[in-house]
């Protein structure tokens, strides 16, 4: 069974950190390129960062960059996303996605990519 599973949200108060990790079953992630999304209520989901499989290129989205790294470690088939200096406005659920190709960037949209976590919540307060 292909599974995604997202871990590592909670609540954090402005200035902290969270790690998430996203597992994958029932499939390799060698594969596939990586994306980070995330969603608040009544918006669309968001992209975040990806990690390409082929040559471990990386995306971040401008509101993220210099604060939220993502890296990968195929032999746990897992992927993270650190994120530090978290902000208020970062607060969303958090999912992560698996594209079957070599390469993704910024304008990889999420109808593009072919398996979803269930995703995993975020709360940035004081």
């Known amino acids: 069974q292909v599974q995604l599973v997202e871990s590592g949200g909670g609540l954090v108060q402005p200035g902290g950190s969270l790690r998430l990790s996203c597992l994958a079953s029932?499939?390799?992630?060698?594969?596939?390129?990586i994306g980070w999304f995330r969603q608040t209520p009544g918006t669309g989901r968001e992209g975040v960062s990806c990690?390409?499989?082929?040559?471990?290129?990386?995306y971040y989205a401008d509101s993220v960059k210099g604060r939220f790294t993502i890296s990968r470690d195929n032999a746990k088939n897992t992927v993270y996303l650190r994120m530090n200096s978290l902000k208020p406005e970062d607060t969303a659920v958090y999912y992560c996605?698996?594209?079957?190709?070599?390469?993704?960037?910024?304008?990889?949209?999420?109808?593009?990519?072919?398996?979803w976590g269930q995703g995993t919540q975020v709360t940035v307060s004081s």
């Open positions: 996605a698996a594209y079957q190709a070599p390469y993704c960037s910024g304008s990889t949209g999420p109808y593009e990519y072919d398996y």
């Open positions: 990690i390409s499989s082929s040559d471990g290129s990386i």
């Open positions: 029932g499939f390799t992630l060698d594969y596939y390129s």
